[in-house]
Every structure is written in C-alpha cells, then in structure tokens.
C-alpha cells in the first residue's frame, strides 16, 4: 500500500492549502495506515477518484482490441490484405511465446488487475450492518469497480491462455493469481482456482453495487452491476457453473434494458454512399449496457473502431481511407433467412461507380453494420441481447431445453418475424445457439470467445469470399503461450502451455 499512501500523502497535503478537514499534520506528521483509512472514509472521490478514472479509461478502445479476435474467426472476411490485421487474420504470429500480440493480452489485462489490487488496497473497511452514509456508499462503488475489472482480467486470461474449461482445460493450469498490491510472483493456480477467483469478483462486485442502491440505467458510460452480472455470466458460463451464468443474465435481462427495434438496428447505405441508421454507433442505444461517447476531448481519432471496420466515413476500411473493408462470411450470410432483419446490414451485390472507371465502391458482402458517416463515433461496448444468449446456452448446457427454447425465441423472434420457436434438444439445439450468438454478435469481438466454448474451430475452405481459406480444428491453435519474458521474470512459473 506505500504507493497508494504516497499519493494520499500528496493529495492530502495539497489539500491542506484550501481546507482544514484534516485531524493531522500536514506539515511533518507521520502518515499511518489507520490515518489513511480514515481519511479515505470521508474523502472517497479524493483519493480513489483518479484511480477509478485511470481504470476505467482503459475501456477506451474496448472495441478495437476486440476486434482483431473476431479476425481469427470464420465470419468476419478481410477483403484486402495488404493492409492492417492482416496478421490476425491470417494466424500469422499470434499465439508463441515471443508473440507480441499474445504478449500484449498479457500485458493489458494483469494490468487490469494491478490496478484493480491498487484500489483494493487502499479500501477502508465500512461496516455494512449499519447505516451507509453517502461517503460510504461510494467507497463500496469504488470497490466495486475494481472487482468487476479484476473479475473481468482472470476472465479474459483464462480464455486466452488456456484450453476451455470444456473441452481439456479443466485439468490443466491457470494463471497466477494475485489479489493485493506487492504481492510476489507466484506460479499458476490450477483453472478451477482462476474461474474461481473471477467468478467471485464478480459476485462481490454485482453485490456491492446492489447493496448502495446503484442505478445501472443512471449513465450509459459508467461500470456497474449490469456490467459485472453480463461478465459474470460468461465466466460462469465457461466454467460450467450454469446456474451461476443464468442467474446473472436473467438480472442483466430484468434490469430494464429495451431490446433494439428493427430501425435501431439495421443501417444501410444511400444513393450518395452514406449510411442511414448507424444504430451500432449510438450510445444511447436502449439495449446498451455501457458505451462509449465520442467528445472533442476523448476522441481516438483515426484509431477508432469505427475508422478500422465502416465501409463509409474516410476511416482506413473505407474506400477512401485505403479499402481493406470488412465483410461477412458468405457462408453465414446465406444462412441467415431472409426474413431475419439482420441480413440488411450486409450488401448484397458489388457497388460499382461507373463514372469513375468502373471502379468498385462497396463489395458484396460488406458490413453497414457499423456504417458511419465519420469515424468520430460512439461505441458501444456491451448489449443486452447478448444475456438472452448466454442465458439460453448455459440452460441448453444444463439440459433445460425447453427454457433455452423459451429465451432464444424471446431474442431472435423480435429479430425474424419469420422464426418459429426452436423443437431441437440436445447438440442440435446448441448449433442453433451458436449460430443465432455468430449473427446477433457479428462484429462485436465475440466469435473467438464463442467458438471456443462451443469447440468450434475454423474452417474457410468451402468460403466464396474469404481471402485466407485456412483450416485449424478447435483447440490448442487457440489457446496463446505465457510470454517468454513473464516466465523469465517470473521463475515460479515452470509449466507453458504446449505449441
């Protein structure tokens, strides 16, 4: 905690000069721990505030780093390679050792849960039998928030750098798991000790934001139990814990969230090639959980999402901006009925511009999805559509049938007026739940996450439109190796994970 009471020290110091709240000295005293957590109990936003906006800032990009995951997939095309991601696409360099790419996820999210242990450190202990004043409340929500992206670090680290619990990964190890600021390096807990530490952070997390009365409809860009019930949902799901993953997706479902209607969700384009709707792009939609709102001051600029996958917009997917364009996978696009809505948000034919040398605008297949007139745009970053399919997965998982039947037909009904509700058990309807999750999620980081935890693995042979037609059957391919430097640094660590 010496880090943390060094920037308490200082805030509180400079605090002294406008205000005399504090009971010690500033000029000298000896700062003790017990000073510290008293002060933090009557000045929360103070002192955790700049730790809370620091954490939480690391959402910005949220989008774009889940992008390239949904790369290494089967129904996301990358129509010209000559351009960014073609790596990811292709499998080039991703998963070894000395990977920079597998190095990065690493990176990122043991650096969610460092800072995560920094506010957790530092959380004074409120007693929750008694009444909660407003400053005690808000060291709850702090804590709060530093679970659900500790939860959500060991959630992403265990579907990244292990085997699905499922299928072989049960048995095999996790990742070393550290729950306060300073701690050694350790070695690699077994998995069920890892999904056991996220899936508890998030318990805690959804609990605490329970127990003060947060209103997750309140503001669209903030963490709260909404976001920590749908991450729990995953990683119970994941972790075989079904009844877990239903009950947390039925209170994300409960939470009064409105499911998008057909103009909020389909976006085409006009006769002067510019997008009408941008539904995915409004962070105000009625079905986000949490998204991003573009300002003047927070704008990614050409680093955005929206600049690396809109066909419009002089992004570096557009035509302008050097035409790599995204599409959809032939193969799923046909198998999307005609009646199903969701098929508009990809073009049928060629767009070519005759007056201009016959010189294609839009290929077949590309997404309007995302479609927006700039790049300078909004992003959502978790739906509510995606409870409805976690929750019919983890009860088809269990063997509730007819409930996962029941959940499906209440998403993909508002989606396809021609869908009936589903008569499959068993495999066959898990299939239907794969494919309804690959269309409903299409292009919002989910496929890599999804295949892997139905054990799907990609095959783009029998693709009209993919430009890499590679093969890789589910399993180790997918699965990313301890970075090399980490096992260096860390000699606890004896055992990576297989080629």
């Known amino acids: 905690m010496k880090k943390i009471l060094l920037y308490i020290a200082t805030a509180a110091l400079a605090l002294t ?12 005293g000896t700062y003790t721990d017990e000073m510290m957590q008293e002060y933090i109990k009557d000045h929360p936003d103070e002192v955790l505030g700049s730790f809370a906006q620091n ?18 997939g089967n129904d996301m095309v990358l129509y010209n390679t000559t351009n960014y991601y073609k790596s990811e696409y292709q499998f080039l360099n991703l998963r070894g050792d000395t990977d920079g790419f597998a190095g990065g996820k690493w990176g990122y999210y043991y650096g969610l849960i460092y800072m995560s242990n920094q506010i957790l450190s530092s959380i004074p202990e409120i007693d929750e039998a008694g009444t909660l004043t407003e400053s005690s ?21 265990m579907t990244l750098f292990q085997d699905d619990y499922t299928y072989g990964g049960k048995e095999k190890l996790g990742v070393p798991i550290y729950t306060y600021e300073g701690q050694p390096a350790g070695p690699r807990a077994t998995s069920d000790e890892s999904f056991e530490q996220a899936v508890n952070d998030l318990k805690e997390a959804v609990r605490l934001y ?49 499911l998008m209607s057909e103009a909020d969700y389909v976006t085409t384009i006009d006769k002067d090639r510019q997008p009408v709707g941008n539904g995915f792009q409004i962070a105000d939609l009625p079905e986000a959980l949490m998204s991003y709102r573009w300002t003047q001051n927070t704008t990614q600029g050409v680093s955005a999402f929206a600049s690396f996958i809109s066909p419009t917009g ?33 073009m049928t034919n060629d767009v070519v511009d005759a007056a201009h040398d016959n010189k294609m605008i839009f290929p077949k297949y590309v997404n309007t999805k995302f479609a927006v007139p700039s790049y300078e745009a909004d992003e959502v970053y978790f739906r509510l559509s995606e409870a409805y399919l976690l929750k019919a997965e983890a009860e088809a998982a269990k063997g509730d049938y007819s409930a996962a039947q029941n959940t499906l037909y209440e998403l993909v009904s508002k989606r396809d007026k021609g869908y009936k509700k589903s008569t499959k058990t068993g495999d066959a309807l898990m299939v239907e739940i794969h494919l309804q999750s690959r269309i409903e999620l299409w292009g919002e980081g989910h496929e890599y996450y999804t295949n892997k935890r139905f054990n799907v693995g990609v095959d783009r042979s029998g693709s009209e439109n993919h430009v890499d037609r590679s093969i890789h059957p589910a399993g180790k391919f997918f699965t990313y190796l301890i970075p090399k430097t980490e096992m260096q640094r860390n000699p606890a660590i004896t055992e990576n994970n297989p080629l």
């Open 17 to 28: 000069t406008t205000s005399c709240e504090l009971d010690f000295d500033p000029q000298g």
């Open 55 to 72: 954490i939480v800032g690391t959402m910005r990009g949220y989008k774009l780093a889940h992008f390239p995951m949904d790369l290494q």
């Open 137 to 157: 409340k808000k060291v709850l929500s702090y804590k709060a928030l530093a679970l659900t992206f500790r939860g959500m670090g060991y959630y992403y680290l």
């Open 210 to 258: 329970d127990l003060v009365g947060y209103d997750p409809l309140a503001e669209v860009e903030d963490i709260d139990q909404s976001i920590a019930n749908l991450l729990l949902a995953r990683a119970a799901l994941t972790w075989d814990k079904y009844d877990d993953a239903i009950k947390a997706a039925e209170a994300v479902i409960g939470a009064g969230y409105h």
């Open 314 to 346: 002089s992004g570096y997917a557009s035509e302008q901006g050097g035409g790599y364009f995204i599409c959809i996978d032939q193969q799923l696009y046909d198998e999307i009925p005609n009646t199903d809505y969701r098929k508009k948000n990809f």
